[in-house]
Structure formats: structure tokens, C-alpha cells
């Protein structure tokens, strides 16, 4: 079998690479070239590659739709605690205020606290709620490949 010589031009990690392919696997640098542009060329490969990009594709386009219902969820938590905070709340005479500041300041931290913790547990109150709402679709997202990818530490 005759052989064409080609003279090429690769980028050095490539190249260092290459020679650490083929002195891995023990062949010539020539065969390991041989093999990738035979499965480059491959019309075979045409459609591994297509195929993988879908797989990506409707992982992304899972991961986008959870994105956007977690975001819908917390649009609607905040929206309806500013119209029960704005229904409920009442002036507060100018000699109470500064107790009252106290008080928020207060609240505050003992907030971000209990944030803190929720956060360092790894749970998630958007997947808590999804769960009440929603839990047939809650527990198949649990069990998904790619469901902690998302959001680390994992189920609730």
C-alpha cells in the first residue's frame, strides 16, 4: 500500500500530544494522524457528531426550562410577599421607627443566618415548592443524570 507524504503544520500542544498519544499506545504518530482523519472523514462520523450535539443540545434545553420555571417560581415568591408586605404594613408613628429599624436590622441578620444554613445543607426552597407543587415531575428530576448539575449538594 503506497502512502502520500503531506506536509503539515499543528499547533504545538497538539503536536505534544500527539507524541504523548503515540507513545502511549506504542504506534507511529503517522497511524495515530491515519486514524483520526479516517474517523473524521468517516461517513459515520458526520452522524456520531450530530448525535452528540443533540444530546447536548436537549441537555442544555432541559437545564433552561428548570432555569426558567425556578425563576418564574421566585418572580412569584417576591412579587406576592411585597403586595402582603405592602397590604399588611402600616405607618409607623415617627417615635417608634427607630425601634422599629432596630428591629428590621435584627431580623435581618437572624434572615441571612437561616439563609446560610439553608444554603450550607445544600437544599433548595425553589425545589421545596416545586416539590409541593409539582411532585410526580420533582422526583423524576431528582433522579435525572444530569439533576445536580445544577444545583449542588443534590436532592433536597
Avoid at 486514524?35 to 436537549?58: G, I, T, V, W, Y
Avoid at 423524576?140 to 443534590?154: C, F, M, R, Y
Wanted: proline share 5%.
Amino acid at each position: 500500500m503506497t502512502r502520500a507524504r503531506l506536509n503539515i503544520f499543528i499547533e504545538p500542544e497538539h503536536a505534544k500530544r500527539l507524541e504523548d498519544v503515540a507513545a502511549h499506545r506504542g504506534v507511529s504518530k503517522s497511524s495515530v494522524i491515519a486514524a483520526a482523519l479516517a474517523s473524521f472523514l468517516s461517513p459515520d462520523a458526520m452522524d456520531q457528531r450530530e448525535a452528540a450535539m443533540a444530546k447536548r443540545l436537549d441537555r442544555l434545553s432541559r437545564q433552561f426550562d428548570r432555569l426558567e420555571r425556578d425563576q418564574s417560581i421566585l418572580i412569584e415568591t417576591v412579587a406576592l410577599y411585597v403586595r402582603h408586605y405592602l397590604t399588611l404594613a402600616l405607618p409607623v408613628p415617627e417615635h417608634q421607627q427607630e425601634a422599629l429599624r432596630a428591629q428590621g436590622r435584627a431580623r435581618y441578620v437572624q434572615f441571612i443566618e437561616q439563609l446560610a444554613r439553608h444554603i450550607q445543607r445544600g437544599r433548595s426552597l425553589v425545589r421545596e415548592i416545586h416539590g409541593e407543587i409539582a411532585p410526580e415531575a420533582a422526583a423524576s428530576e431528582v433522579h435525572a443524570p444530569d439533576a445536580s448539575a445544577t444545583e449542588p449538594g443534590g436532592a433536597p
